[in-house]
């Protein structure tokens, strides 16, 4: 697979030799190898299983022989929900990211077939949507359907968020194998949006916002800049009914609508509002434009919607989306447990977004969030058998409580809407890519995942090692070695958690402060620790073999919500380092939702080794103890009770 890595390098230096990007650059994941530790039967999980049991529900669900039916080679009609192409694109982009770290002749051939299925599906001038090319217009006469004609029910047809996703796989695939079969099918397809789509001819908006995201990689990909205006021609339409195209029936149009995040032109949006997962990813796309085109009109809205988060919408697991109607965020502080949606796609779109505003900032609160989220609301996704799934992560169950669309209190195979475990499986083998990051001469260390990785600094190759037993251990060993001694400077990322701040802003905070400073030492000595942006700096000439420790304490801590929430008043969450913990009916005679602590109550960590893939449990003392595990962890024994806030003894 060496000229699969090859092709990444060599699109990333067109980048950025054309353009203006992020200041920051990740290092690509297939530089950074995970192979012991807490993520890496997680990322073995996801490949050995979760992928082939998404390939094998899109078979079973016609959601691949829809394609073959759309382009002739096999009779039928269409089975499914118009987004279901979706669902394809994303485990084609999750395999092509395995691909390049785990070369498989088989899986390569598998998507060469559907590739074929692709292309066969696509219409002469480019279009690309199986529900309308088998089913035709009529079809689409129905409300909730892909609407009458092309483009004439963006606000819910999602024929744009469907080729978004080909394009981020068609991207991925390219960089896995060189081959360019999926990526001349999106760009035949980006190419007819062109033709379509415009200031000078129809003028409309993604319903569910992605497409922008897909195109930026087009255009990094290619260096077509039209590619680049296309998706900022898309994201500067919404709430300009003013410039909109005329729709048979507006109100099928979404103009106007908070739900679409469509209610004012982008630059004046200052709240998060409407349906988180298309929130998230438009926020991703307007870093990505803010980014490119140094937009500081972007950056000056991306910064206030992200205060808006962090302050008064965000729950403690980093999960976004409070209603289940709309899947959307609600009012400021509405924030309720039981019934909280927090949709597992909601989660990796918030690391998405998060992660690119680190790029542009270089802030580390930017990768709190993330480490919040991928460790909480976006781990609790997922079964650690890999074959069952969450849509919604509450923080509260009774252990009954069904969820609209079949999403239960308890994890499933599959659901009608399966976008949840089709983003789980093309997110997780993108994990390493997130751990390092470089600007210049500066080495960013954002993650403490067991792993080593081979950098390029000043044009000469530099090796780190990072041991470690996180998120279980806040101790970290870091060995940096340069081919030859060279200064350059390594930032590590100080978690807020570790100072005393479990999430930026003022939504939480610890009942009990910190009780000790982070400590860091080099070969043995110890440095001070000088925090800049998030981020302890440490600047020296780095020889072979250097060995930085950096250790966390991680206390058991005592979380409060801030007054205004009022689902949490009078109640307290607990967490340990990264990590929010519950308590499940399961490890405490069948109860949870009762339960209650004294202040400053006692927990001790006690390593479980044989429990629920290997935790650590916080128990406290007593006749009758009360055992609290990870939230992640939840939901692996059967329907029971769980909770994360518990009332206090007064």
Same mark, same amino acid.
């Given at each position: 697979m060496k000229r699969a890595v090859t092709t990444i390098f060599l699109i990333s230096s067109c980048v950025r030799a054309f353009s203006q990007d992020y200041p920051i650059m990740p290092v690509p994941f297939t530089k950074v190898k995970i192979q012991q530790g807490f993520w890496h039967p997680r990322l073995e999980t996801n490949r050995t299983v979760t992928l082939p049991f998404d390939f094998k529900k899109c078979e079973e669900t016609g959601r691949i022989d829809n394609f073959a039916v759309a382009g002739g080679l096999k009779k039928g009609t269409f089975r499914g929900i118009r987004y279901d192409d979706s669902d394809v694109f994303k485990v084609v982009e999750g395999a092509a990211y395995s691909l390049q770290t785990h070369y498989d002749p088989k899986l390569?051939?598998?998507? *060469?077939?559907?590739?074929?299925? +692709?292309?066969?599906?696509?219409?002469? *001038?480019?279009?690309?949507?199986?529900?309308?090319?088998?089913? $035709?217009?009529?079809?689409?006469?129905? =409300?909730?359907?892909?609407?009458?004609?092309?483009?004439s029910f963006e606000a819910g047809s999602h024929e744009l968020y469907n080729v978004g996703h080909m394009y981020e796989a068609?991207?991925?695939?390219?960089?896995?194998?060189?081959?360019?079969?999926?990526?001349?099918?999106?760009? $035949?397809?980006?190419?007819?949006?062109?033709?379509?789509?415009?200031?000078? $001819?129809?003028?409309?908006?993604?319903?569910?916002?992605?497409? #922008?995201?897909?195109?930026?990689?087009?255009?990094?990909?290619?260096?077509?800049?039209?590619?680049?205006? @296309?998706?900022? +021609?898309?994201?500067?339409?919404?709430?300009?009914?003013? $410039?909109?195209?005329?729709?048979?029936?507006?109100?099928?149009?979404?103009? /106007?609508?908070?739900?679409?995040? *469509?209610?004012?032109?982008?630059?004046?949006?200052?709240?998060?509002?409407?349906?988180?997962?298309?929130?998230?990813?438009?926020?991703?796309?307007?870093?990505?434009?803010?980014?490119?085109?140094? =937009?500081?009109?972007?950056?000056?809205?991306?910064?206030?919607?992200?205060? *808006?988060?962090?302050?008064?919408?965000?729950?403690?697991?980093?999960?976004?989306?409070?209603?289940?109607? /709309? #899947?959307? +965020? /609600?009012?400021?502080?509405?924030?309720?447990? =039981?019934?909280?949606?927090?949709?597992?796609?909601?989660?990796?779109?918030?690391?998405?977004?998060?992660?690119? !505003?680190?790029?542009?900032?270089?802030?580390?609160?930017? !990768?709190?969030?993330?480490?919040?989220?991928?460790?909480?609301?976006?781990?609790?996704?997922?079964?650690?058998?890999?074959?069952?799934?969450?849509?919604?992560?509450?923080?509260?169950?009774?252990?009954?409580?069904?969820?609209?669309?079949?999403?239960?209190?308890?994890?499933?195979?599959?659901?009608?809407?399966?976008c949840c475990p089709t983003n789980v499986v093309r997110f997780l083998p993108s994990l390493p890519g997130y751990v390092y990051a470089q600007r210049g001469n500066n080495v960013y260390v954002n993650l403490f995942v067991d792993s080593n990785t081979e950098l390029t600094v000043n044009g000469k190759p530099v090796m780190v090692r990072q041991a470690t037993n996180f998120p279980w251990d806040g101790a970290v060993t870091m060995t940096v070695s340069p081919k030859?001694?060279?200064?350059?400077?390594? @930032?590590?990322?100080?978690?807020?958690?570790?100072?005393?701040?479990?999430?930026?802003?003022?939504?939480?905070?610890?009942?009990?402060?910190?009780s000790t400073k982070p400590t860091l030492t080099i070969n043995g000595k110890a440095v001070p620790v000088t925090i800049e942006n998030g981020y302890a700096r440490i600047r020296r000439t780095w020889k072979a073999g250097d060995v930085l420790a950096l250790t966390l304490d991680m206390p058991v801590r005592e979380v409060k919500a801030n007054e205004n929430v009022q689902d949490n008043r009078g109640r307290v969450a607990i967490e340990r380092g990264p990590l929010v913990y519950c308590a499940e009916g399961a490890d405490n005679n069948g109860r949870a939702l009762n339960l209650a602590f004294a202040p400053g109550q006692a927990f001790t960590p006690q390593v479980r080794k044989e429990m629920l893939g290997g935790i650590t449990v916080l128990q406290t003392a007593g006749p009758q103890p009360v055992t609290l595990i990870p939230y992640y962890a939840w939901s692996h024994r059967g329907p029971n009770e769980m909770a994360v806030w518990f009332g206090q003894v007064k």
């Open positions: 390569d051939r598998y998507l *060469d077939s559907l590739i074929t299925l +692709f292309a066969a599906a696509q219409e002469p *001038d480019g279009y690309l949507f199986t529900i309308r090319t088998i089913l $035709k217009d009529s079809t689409a006469k129905r =409300d909730r359907d892909a609407g009458a004609t092309r483009y068609a991207v991925a695939h390219y960089q896995a194998t060189g081959k360019r079969t999926l990526l001349n099918v999106a760009i $035949k397809n980006a190419n007819h949006l062109l033709s379509v789509i415009g200031p000078d $001819k129809l003028i409309v908006v993604p319903g569910h916002q992605e497409t #922008e995201i897909g195109l930026v990689k087009l255009y990094r990909v290619t260096g077509d800049k039209r590619y680049l205006d @296309l998706a900022r +021609f898309l994201l500067d339409m919404r709430g300009r009914s003013d $410039k909109r195209a005329l729709f048979p029936d507006p109100a099928r149009t979404g103009q /106007g609508s908070a739900y679409l995040q *469509d209610h004012l032109p982008v630059t004046q949006q200052r709240e998060a509002v409407g349906h988180s997962v298309r929130a998230g990813y438009m926020y991703a796309a307007m870093t990505d434009i803010a980014a490119i085109q140094q =937009d500081k009109e972007y950056l000056e809205a991306l910064t206030a919607i992200w205060n *808006d988060v962090v302050e008064r919408k965000q729950y403690l697991t980093g999960g976004l989306g409070a209603r289940q109607h /709309g #899947e959307a +965020f /609600g009012n400021a502080y509405e924030l309720p447990n =039981d019934v909280a949606y927090a949709e597992t796609c909601a989660a990796v779109a918030n690391l998405l977004w998060n992660h690119r !505003m680190f790029l542009l900032t270089g802030e580390a609160k930017y !990768m709190d969030v993330f480490e919040r989220v991928l460790y909480n609301g976006f781990l609790a996704g997922v079964s650690l058998e890999g074959d069952k799934f969450f849509y919604v992560n509450p923080l509260a169950s009774d252990g009954q409580r069904k969820f609209n669309v079949g999403r239960s209190a308890t994890r499933e195979p599959w659901f009608s809407t399966s030859q001694a060279q200064a350059f400077d390594l @930032l590590v990322r100080i978690p807020g958690w570790a100072t005393g701040q479990p999430m930026p802003g003022q939504l939480y905070s610890y009942a009990n402060a910190a």
